[in-house]
């Protein structure tokens, strides 16, 4: 069973235009959603993360927005540059007696065209 | 500062053969954990250490899989033996709960591990 769905699983996208990536969840446990950015050879790095409390928020060109009666919430990346290019996860906290056990998505493999 | 750093950082193993994986935290985190990614699928969970305690072992998937953190430091994942259903990448990651109560997860950059 896949708590958390993420879509699409590869992208491309032109320099300058905007990226979108979509996760969902089931478990209305979850308290804490991160996304993490991964280079080739590289571990997960944390990219920006939301509270189920905040509909949106925005670091530099990166947004997520969150909704939470539906069970989604996603990952825009603004002006999107070739350096973007990368493997993005969603994932989701559920924390509970002391354990903080990230769920990932399946991924996504972003690359951006010159 | 230095990452969570893992070893080896690719593994190539018999099927039967015994594989120790190895991750030093980021200095003073009291947090360690372990996931790995199967080829094509998502990232799972394993384990999970508060110092030198087991908190949360709920993801090991059988008992030819054995985890340590002895003294509260680096920690080891044994797979043993392995099968050829255990290939992929183990990520360990480490962390600190703030006084606010954040717990930023940083990875190291995995150990990949293929059985034949």
């Known amino acids: 069973q896949q708590q958390v769905k993420q879509s699409p699983q590869s992208l491309i996208v032109q320099k300058g235009g905007i990226s979108i990536i979509n996760c969902a969840y089931e478990?209305?446990?979850?308290?804490?959603f991160p996304w993490y950015q991964q280079f080739p050879g590289k571990g997960p790095a944390l990219l920006i993360a939301?509270?189920?409390?905040?509909s949106e928020k925005k670091e530099g060109r990166f947004t997520i927005s969150f909704n939470k009666s539906a069970k989604q919430f996603s990952l825009h990346i603004m002006d999107s540059q070739p350096g973007d290019s990368a493997t993005y996860f969603c994932?989701?906290?559920?924390?509970?007696?002391?354990?903080?056990?990230?769920?990932f998505g399946k991924g996504t493999k972003l690359s951006v065209i010159p | 500062e230095a990452g969570v750093t893992q070893f080896p950082s690719h593994s190539v193993i018999e099927k039967g053969q015994t594989v120790t994986l190895r991750c030093d935290p980021i200095s003073g985190h009291d947090n360690l954990y372990w996931y790995r990614r199967v080829m094509g699928k998502e990232i799972k969970f394993l384990l999970h250490f508060v110092k030198e305690s087991k908190q949360d072992e709920s993801g090991m998937p059988n008992n030819r899989f054995l985890a340590e953190r002895t003294g509260g430091t680096y920690s080891t994942l044994k797979v043993q033996p392995a099968e050829l259903e255990d290939s992929g990448v183990y990520f360990c990651?480490?962390?600190?709960?703030?006084?606010?109560?954040?717990?930023?997860?940083?990875f190291g950059e995995g150990s990949w591990l293929t059985v034949v």
């Open positions: 478990n209305t446990a979850f308290d804490y």
């Open positions: 939301i509270r189920p409390d905040v």
């Open positions: 990651a480490s962390s600190q709960v703030n006084d606010r109560g954040g717990n930023t997860i940083y």
């Open positions: 994932a989701a906290l559920q924390r509970g007696a002391g354990s903080y056990q990230l769920t």
